[in-house]
């Protein structure tokens, strides 16, 4: 099946285009299991918040329904666990959860690599770090450059309904973590003061992961959702294609045999009927006239 399957069923009754406006399933649990499924620990607070870490304590990933405002998701990488974090990224509760998956699937697959995948703080030379690759798949999908303001770059969609903005120059560290003034800005809608949904990326947030995001935003397939969960404020700016029920597979030679012998009228019991033969008792005679 060609579009995103969070649970290997179609969870909803129509498909949103552009997957950009579909907003959160609502649902944790399918961007959590790609760091649960390396064992990272699962803790829970009596709010109902949920807490991930890592074995080394270097990567802790917060879902945060209960939380103090509206980042539902806080991911955070630290070179010293007691240290202040190295990087910093969050989505907030409207978020798609399709877009948060990947990029868990990428910390997963970083983490796996090495510190050096996923904390090692890019320099000039360095080639994979190069802030250009995160635009790539927007470049390649049709999204064009823009400069709503000096030092700040965004490349967007045809429909102007989603931007992903970067700011130049020296930033707060502290900011970034805890605001929206971060390195990477990611929000969709029609303002920015007042967004569908929003994710952020502090300085030194390793590409690869962010690369994972712009892939999956700007993917053209769209994504299944239920119609009264879909954002009213762009109901008129999206597409629903009612989801069709599955077809019924199609009949193999042996259902087709089996059909045919159902349709054939049943056999007549078979009756004895006996034959003349030279031994047969002779006839009775008949009745006296």
Not at 10 to 21: A, E, N, Q, W
Not at 199 to 228: F, G, I, K, M, Q
Not at 242 to 267: E, G, H, K, V, Y
């Amino acid at each position: 099946m060609p579009f995103d399957d969070i649970s290997r069923t179609i969870d909803g009754d129509v498909y949103v285009s552009p997957r950009y406006l579909a907003g959160s399933t609502g649902i944790g649990d399918p961007a959590l299991a790609p760091l649960l499924d390396l064992g990272w620990e699962l803790e829970h607070d009596d709010l109902g918040n949920c807490y991930v870490n890592a074995p080394d304590r270097k990567v802790r990933l917060g879902y945060l329904p209960e939380g103090q405002d509206d980042g539902l998701w806080r991911i955070n990488a630290y070179n010293d666990p007691f240290g202040p974090p190295a990087w910093g990224v969050c989505f907030n509760d409207s978020c798609p959860t399709e877009f948060v998956r990947a990029f868990t699937t990428a910390l997963a697959a970083a983490y796996g690599q090495g510190t050096d995948a996923y904390l090692a703080t890019p320099t000039p030379e360095d080639k994979v770090q190069d802030p250009f690759l995160v635009v790539t798949p927007l470049i390649d999908r049709g999204w064009e450059f823009h400069q709503p303001e000096p030092g700040v770059y965004a490349i967007r969609p045809a429909d102007l309904l989603a931007s992903l903005e970067f700011t130049a120059g020296p930033l707060d560290p502290e900011g970034e973590l805890t605001s929206r003034t971060a390195r990477w800005h990611l929000w969709a809608g029609t303002s920015i003061d007042r967004p569908a949904w929003y994710a952020t990326a502090s300085t030194n947030t390793p590409v690869a992961l962010l690369t994972a995001v712009t892939a999956c935003v700007s993917d053209p397939a769209p994504l299944p959702r239920w119609r009264e969960d879909t954002h009213s404020y762009v109901k008129g700016m999206v597409q629903l294609t009612p989801i069709l029920p599955p077809q019924p597979p199609a009949p193999t030679p042996l259902d087709i045999q089996r059909a045919a012998a159902s349709r054939r009228p049943a056999a007549l019991p078979a009756v004895s009927v006996p034959r003349w033969s030279t031994t047969s008792r002779p006839a009775l005679p008949g009745p006296r006239r």
